[in-house]
């Protein structure tokens, strides 16, 4: 425990000698209390209005991190790690928020949730997305089940993607290249005629990548594992009247490449492709104190898999998933006097899979055929504000098909003090539901119960210099019972899924802040640790390919009008990972490692914008996940022309 207290001294130090000694800039993730974010409570409210922990990647940033993958720019944010973003491309990643499992973590479209429902933990991937199609992303960090149910338990990332802007049409088109023969090109239209609001986007990627899997033999025979991606986004608004809007949007992407058949593996012929599309049509009423607001969304997801025979896999395997998802929500926002309002809403939502999955020549295939589920909730939040008290009161009922009902709260005070001080603490359940692949497969358990959580929250965010300084620390603790596992059989088919596994989880977080006209940077420091108890009283650190320390630095300098360079710092320490090469499995620990990026943007005429980066500047040799290979420096350069 003096471990974990002197850290949290010596990391809070560094973030102000380290920001206010070299002066220096980070990446434009904004935390001013002026701000107005809608994730956190769902309707519009400024940061000081609310006791809740929301960063901002505003359009700005994301314009500047085109050389990237969305992956790559969420894990510049403090308290998340997005582990894998620097595998080979295309290679699953997994996404762990204040060190919560992967599936812990919501992800939104424009407000719409979306899921993977033919995945084991029902998580989206989130390389499906092209950072062109997106203006900026919000990120909730704690529990967010009370106004977003399942899935919320660590937090929420709400992208939100491309509107029309504007009178008139205007079109921009942009290319780039770099490292791994990667060549990208993505057009755009976007613009408002007359009361209809249009936003277009299509992308192409390509790259022939390198090889995926760690070659322990030296021989450097490991084929390269290549990544292609099509993607395309289309939003339309259209104001109906003055109080009504219509809002529609589709994105769809088909991505394919090569896999290796596992760690330390290589295979020639192991291929996948994905299609994963996602629609959803909106309607705003305004009314004299608020606003109603009614979604509906469809997001369907393909996978298919495919391996030939080769030397490490005598067999032939094919793989095809479908998962489904229909979601209906409305939500009210309401002002009840000069002290209360209120998010009301109730939502349905229905899930579907087919899966189907055969290995020659060894059995018959395993088959999940049209299996489905729903779940029913209503919810309502109250808010109070008056002078310096703010507090938020929330309850959401579920009725699952399967396992039946469930119930979450929210209980969040704050205090803003002299206009620049909040402090705030927050006591909240989550949950997280069964996927149908725990539910139905050969491995499923009908019986099985949904996670659920109790996290405790405190902190602090403080703007020492109106708008320009600011420091915040948040400290969490996150306590999960009924968590489902894997549990080994001594006869076919030799497991199971249980509930019945504790987990806790610590952290904190500290972010220090600078903006001015011309510089902007950030410095943060995180610690999270974590233990899994099983039903024998077992304790495990078992916060897998999660570092317990992270740092970053992070700045942009607009040196002058057209011309502007930024760096990104980041320190990752040390990490557990399981070999599965070995039997019975081992514990590996994976060394700490230091990133750095750098970014240079040049404005060459009114309508032109010509950019580079260079990644992995100290050419690091570092592992994210055992027995996989990362990127060693490497560069991207490119242009975008706007068309008037």
Do not use: C
């Not at 338990?153 to 491309?162: F, H, L, M, R, Y």
């Not at 109080?243 to 996948?272: E, K």
């Amino acid at each position: 425990m003096e471990k974990i207290y002197f850290k949290s001294i010596l990391g809070i130090g560094l973030l102000h000698i380290t920001l206010l000694a070299a002066t220096v800039q980070a990446q434009d993730t904004t935390r001013l209390l002026n701000n107005v974010v809608v994730t956190a409570t769902r309707s519009p409210k400024k940061l000081s209005d609310i006791g809740r922990v929301v960063t901002v990647i505003s359009a700005e940033q994301i314009n500047r991190s085109q050389g990237k993958t969305l992956p790559q720019l969420l894990n510049t944010v403090p308290g998340l790690t997005f582990s894998g973003a620097q595998n080979a491309p295309g290679i699953a990643t997994s996404i762990y928020l204040r060190g919560a499992s992967t599936g812990n973590t919501l992800i939104l479209i424009d407000g719409f949730p979306v899921n993977n429902a033919s995945a084991i933990d029902g998580s989206y991937d989130l390389n499906a997305f092209s950072l062109d199609m997106i203006d900026h992303i919000e990120i909730l960090k704690g529990s967010g089940s009370t106004l977003y149910g399942s899935d919320a338990v660590a937090g929420v990332i709400n992208i939100i993607t491309k509107k029309g802007k504007g009178q008139g049409l205007k079109g921009s088109l942009q290319l780039m290249g770099g490292s791994y023969n990667t060549f990208k090109e993505s057009a755009s239209l976007n613009g408002t005629v007359d009361k209809t609001g249009v936003a277009v986007n299509i992308s192409n990627s390509d790259s022939r990548g390198f090889a995926a899997a760690t070659d322990t033999t030296g021989k450097g025979n490991f084929k390269k594992d290549g990544f292609h991606q099509r993607s395309a986004s289309v939003n339309i608004s259209q104001a109906v009247s003055k109080n009504f809007s219509l809002n529609g949007n589709l994105q769809t992407s088909y991505t394919s490449g090569n896999l290796p058949y596992g760690a330390f593996t290589d295979d020639q012929n192991y291929t996948y492709n994905n299609t994963f599309l996602f629609g959803g049509l909106g309607a705003k009423l305004i009314l004299p104190a608020g606003a109603l607001v009614v979604n509906l969304s469809q997001n369907d997801v393909w996978n298919n898999f495919n391996n030939l025979p080769t030397d490490n896999n005598s067999g032939y395997q094919v793989t095809k998933n479908r998962g489904k998802i229909s979601n209906a929500e409305a939500i009210l926002n309401y002002a009840l006097g000069k002290y209360f309002d209120i998010t009301s809403g109730t939502s349905f939502k229905y899930s579907n899979t087919n899966q189907y999955s055969l290995f020659l020549p060894t059995g018959d295939p395993d088959i999940i055929k049209d299996r489905n589920n729903n779940i029913f909730s209503a919810y309502t939040s109250l808010f109070f504000k008056d002078d310096i008290f703010h507090m938020e009161l929330g309850g959401r009922y579920n009725h699952h098909s399967t396992y039946g009902d469930n119930f979450t709260y929210t209980i969040n005070p704050s205090l803003f003090l002299a206009d620049q001080f909040k402090v705030f603490g927050t006591i909240a359940s989550a949950y997280k539901s069964p996927s149908l692949y725990q539910l139905y497969s050969q491995y499923g358990n009908g019986g099985l119960k949904p996670e659920t959580t109790t996290s405790y929250e405190a902190g602090f965010d403080w703007e020492i210099i109106k708008n320009t300084l600011t420091f915040n620390t948040q400290f969490y603790k996150r306590n999960a019972k009924d968590v489902i596992y894997f549990a080994n059989l001594s006869v076919s088919p030799y497991g199971v899924y249980q509930n019945g596994q504790f987990q806790k989880d610590k952290g904190f977080e500290s972010e220090l802040n600078y903006h001015s006209s011309k510089l902007t940077a950030s410095a943060y420091y995180t610690y999270v640790t974590g233990k899994l108890t099983d039903e024998k009283g077992l304790q495990t650190a078992n916060l897998y390919r999660r570092p317990k320390s992270t740092f970053g630095l992070n700045f942009t300098y607009q040196v002058i009008d057209d011309f502007s360079f930024g760096v990104n710092y980041k320190y990752t320490g040390n990490r557990t990972d399981q070999n599965f090469a070995t039997y019975p499995s081992t514990i590996v620990t994976l060394k700490h490692y230091n990133l750095a990026d750098l970014h240079l943007e040049l404005k060459a005429t009114r309508n032109l914008r010509v950019f580079g980066d260079l990644n992995n500047v100290l050419d690091q040799k570092y592992t994210d996940w055992l027995g996989y290979n990362t990127m060693g420096i490497n560069f991207m350069l490119g242009a975008k022309y706007q068309f008037n």
